[in-house]
């Protein structure tokens, strides 16, 4: 099969997704990934670049048309009534922050979406997750709610919805086999995500405060990329936790940061708004235990019968920290790999291969 992929997610796309499944696939996948050039003020994509695509690709030559990123697919269904090409489309709303786009605009955005949800050839839209399926339907009954076409958008939303989770490169990036004599004496918590407010640090750092102020010993490694107006509980925390501090900030050497998830122990996920779990994943990968809070797509991760013990609600997020702290020897019994493995690209291509097989077949 050749697929034409159009990207406009940037940095932000799950996990390099884009580029990782051409490189995986059985099939052969073109893909175009416009610059910040061929975007208007708005993020959108400009008209020029459909031009150009029109004008450097046939085509009639591709079996389907996958489109990933809300610049892309806002502009294509929102500036022209017209599609670019009669093969089969695939919707990827992988990006959390497209059902927040343009919300000022309300009945433009519900002409968009009802646009997107009834395109004949628009045959399936991808999420990364049980969670934004189930919020992404939530947010469309509500800018359809005085709508007539509410109901027939609802149901053909229901029809062409389909949940594939972004893969990673796992195996490749940090080994298949567990490294089980790196750790510290002491449970070694580790902080992998970008330093930002969404991720709510201030919960992370200042129950760990008060856990060393009452004399709960452990180790701390803090990487993740710094955004330039970090919170400043990160600076408060590099003082006060400085004699528990093994690693702080990013690292940007490949090997490093995978000897650092293998050599941690507990992973303690705060964060209000994660698109596609990939750090969580990587360190669980490592075998570096998460304990995660009940919201989002963390329950997708996490095998049923350790929800218990490694989920957790907000009041009792210090109560569960201490606990997993100091029961290292039962947190290093977890072989977590095999929670993750199947995200690994080696195992989930098939699921995105499959998938469009099926549906370029029930197309024509």
């Not at 089969?88 to 309300?106: A, D, G």
């Not at 934004?132 to 062409?160: C, G, T, V």
């Amino acid at each position: 099969m050749k697929i034409f992929l159009i990207d406009t997610s940037g940095r932000d796309t799950p996990c390099q997704w884009a580029q990782e499944w051409k490189a995986h696939s059985r099939h052969n996948i073109v893909l175009f990934t416009p610059d910040t050039a061929s975007s208007d003020s708005q993020g959108d994509l400009s008209d020029s670049t459909f031009i150009n695509i029109h004008e450097n690709f046939d085509l009639g030559d591709f079996d389907a048309i996958v489109v990933c990123g809300k610049a892309a697919i806002s502009s294509l269904f929102a500036k022209s009534d017209t599609h670019l090409s009669k093969a089969p489309m695939i919707l990827c709303l992988y990006e959390n922050s497209f059902f927040k786009y343009h919300l000022e605009s309300h009945h433009q955005y519900a002409t968009l979406f009802d646009k997107i949800v009834l395109a004949h050839n628009v045959v399936s839209i991808w999420f990364n997750s049980q969670y934004q399926k189930i919020k992404f339907r939530e947010f469309l009954s509500s800018i359809l709610s005085n709508l007539d076409i509410r109901e027939k958008a609802l149901n053909l939303f229901d029809f062409k919805a389909n949940v594939l989770p972004p893969g990673l490169s796992l195996k490749s990036r940090f080994g298949s086999e567990i490294q089980e004599n790196v750790k510290y004496h002491r449970c070694l918590v580790l902080w992998n995500q970008r330093w930002e407010q969404a991720k709510n640090p201030d919960l992370f750092f200042k129950t760990l405060i008060t856990l060393a102020e009452h004399g709960i010993e452990f180790k701390l490694a803090v990487l993740g990329e710094a955004t330039k107006d970090y919170p400043s509980v990160f600076d408060h925390a590099k003082e006060v936790l400085s004699e528990y501090i093994v690693q702080w900030g990013y690292v940007q050497d490949e090997k490093e940061y995978a000897s650092w998830l293998w050599k941690a122990d507990l992973l303690p996920v705060t964060a209000f708004d994660d698109n596609c779990l990939s750090s969580v994943i990587e360190a669980a990968y490592c075998n570096t235990v998460p304990l995660l809070p009940k919201r989002l797509a963390y329950p997708e991760i996490l095998p049923a019968q350790y929800q218990h013990t490694f989920f957790y609600d907000d009041n009792e997020f210090a109560v569960k920290l201490q606990k997993r702290i100091m029961d290292v020897k039962y947190v290093r019994t977890m072989n977590t790999q095999q929670w993750v493995d199947r995200f690994d690209w080696n195992n989930i291509v098939k699921s995105y291969d499959d998938k469009i097989e099926e549906l370029i077949r029930d197309f024509q």
